[in-house]
């Protein structure tokens, strides 16, 4: 059982925008900045938003992070197939002294 | 462009000891405003995040993991290491090593390819 919680699955239609969804707690989300991963089949994550919203260099910017209260938000917009991934979640615990992930939300294009 | 290797074995048997080494090539270590980390994921299942070090050895750990591990760096051979000490079933998993910037708590932006470890008799 995660301590962040995300939808197993979402799926949209090639350039449609979705959102995947990470509920956590005042302990998490809403005292600490929200990460964001994508991982695809076999790979390591990859690095997509930090401290909420900005994007690391070469994230193009059809992600999109959100963060409200003790929950946030990953969209993608102009959805393409090889967005097909594992999205992951991340935020910092300050009752557990230590980052703490989502379980994963599968992407599905269809 | 930095690139991270994990190295170790593939294969463990339970109560033994685990050790994987990460290799850094395209930069140092040493001097480096970064944490060098270990993250794992079992089959199927989601990210992990076990401890990291700085270049001067400084360590953080998970706090439920935080007794079974032990992070440690090398400068001069530009690697960092992981070892757990009785291995059991439900350490089976694949271990990425990363780097994140010190300023980013969680911004782990490079990564190794990941090493799959089984520990099985």
């Known amino acids: 059982q995660s301590v962040l919680t995300q939808p197993p699955s979402v799926s949209g239609t090639p350039g449609q925008r979705v959102t995947i969804s990470c509920s956590g707690s005042?302990?998490?989300?809403?005292?600490?900045?929200v990460y964001w991963f994508q991982q695809l089949p076999g790979k390591a994550p990859k690095f997509l938003v930090y401290?909420?919203?900005p994007r690391p260099s070469g994230v193009p910017d059809r992600f999109s992070g959100s963060k409200s209260g003790t929950s946030a938000s990953l969209a993608i917009s102009g959805l393409r197939s090889e967005d097909e991934a594992n999205y992951y979640c991340?935020?910092?615990?300050?009752?557990?002294?230590?980052?703490?992930f989502g379980g994963g939300t599968k992407l599905t294009v269809l | 462009q930095l690139q991270l290797q994990e190295s170790g074995p593939g294969l463990v048997k339970p109560s033994e000891t685990l050790s994987l080494t990460c290799t850094v090539s395209?930069?140092?270590?040493?001097?480096?405003?970064?944490?060098w980390g270990w993250i794992r994921q079992p089959p199927g299942k989601g990210l992990e995040w076990i401890g990291s070090?700085?270049?001067?050895?400084?360590?953080q750990y998970s706090p439920s993991l935080k007794s079974r591990f032990i992070v440690s760096v090398d400068t001069s051979k530009n690697q960092f290491s992981l070892r757990l000490d009785s291995v059991a079933v439900a350490d089976t998993a694949v271990y990425y090593c990363?780097?994140?910037?010190?300023?980013?708590?969680?911004?782990?932006?490079?990564w190794g390819q990941g090493t799959l470890v089984t520990v099985s008799s």
């Open positions: 401290r909420n919203n």
């Open positions: 991340a935020s910092w615990d300050d009752s557990l002294s230590g980052p703490v």
């Open positions: 395209g930069g140092y270590i040493s001097g480096s405003p970064s944490f």
């Open positions: 990363a780097r994140r910037d010190q300023q980013l708590a969680l911004g782990w932006e490079d």
């Open positions: 070090v700085y270049y001067t050895g400084t360590t």
């Open positions: 005042t302990s998490n989300i809403g005292s600490n900045y």
